[in-house]
């Protein structure tokens, strides 16, 4: 089955400063590429997400690129600001998998220090 | 509209007891699922349901656990017997179609087994 890895664990920038998560999938059948932030007390929440048939997506500070080569995709964050302190999860969906068609990472916790 | 709700938002219960925790999806949302995430730790599947199809229990750790979705909305997840080990924070999250979309988290039920 799919297996996710994420890196860092924990992360720390400067407010202003650039953000960067990596993930590692395994199963090449994987398609779909979601990235959620949870705060604490909450639920995750998606916040950008990619699908295989483009190499990056982006959203205002956020931006996704996925290598399929290679099996990894990265979410960037620039000009971090204290409340994009949070834990980070990426996902990756395996095709045409009934049940459990999304394989979290293990998170990143991210503190922007002003 | 509401979002996923889920409760009770926190449960503190004594080692041996029964617990049922309930998540009430977003109407019309035809896929719930149901996750664990232990403290500091990444989402743990625990149970899929879509539509009237039979739900994907593969995750399910032990017998103690099972979950029931009546007439499509409600869920509720119930541990027999706790144990300390169960204690985590239960996510339930619901999905419109069911397939590579976007997940809505409730926020969650901390369970603490004494």
């Known amino acids: 089955g799919e297996n996710v890895e994420q890196h860092p664990s924990t992360l720390s920038v400067q407010e202003g400063d650039s953000a960067v998560i990596k993930c590692t999938y395994s199963d090449s059948a994987s398609n779909y590429f979601p990235w959620y932030k949870q705060e604490l007390g909450k639920g995750p929440q998606l916040i950008i997400d990619i699908r295989s048939n483009v190499g990056e997506k982006k959203d205002q500070r956020i931006a996704v690129t996925l290598n399929k080569t290679a099996k990894h995709f990265s979410l960037h964050i620039t000009e971090t600001q204290p409340e994009d302190s949070a834990v980070y999860f990426c996902a990756a969906s395996p095709r045409d998998n009934y049940g459990q068609n999304f394989v979290f990472g293990p998170g990143t916790r991210l503190s922007v220090l002003p | 509209g509401a979002g996923v709700s889920q409760s009770p938002s926190n449960k503190v219960t004594e080692k041996g007891k029964d617990v049922e925790l309930r998540c009430d999806p977003i109407s019309g949302h035809t896929a719930l699922y149901w996750y664990r995430q232990s403290l500091g730790q990444g989402l743990e599947f625990l149970i899929y349901f879509q539509g009237n199809s039979a739900p994907d229990k593969s995750g399910l750790p032990s017998d103690r656990f099972s979950a029931e979705r009546t007439g499509g909305s409600v869920s509720t997840l119930t541990i027999q017997r706790t144990q300390q080990e169960d204690s985590a924070v239960y996510l339930c999250?619901?999905?419109?179609?069911?397939?590579?979309?976007?997940?809505?988290f409730g926020p969650g039920t901390r369970l603490l087994v004494l």
């Open positions: 999250a619901s999905i419109k179609g069911g397939g590579q979309e976007t997940q809505y």
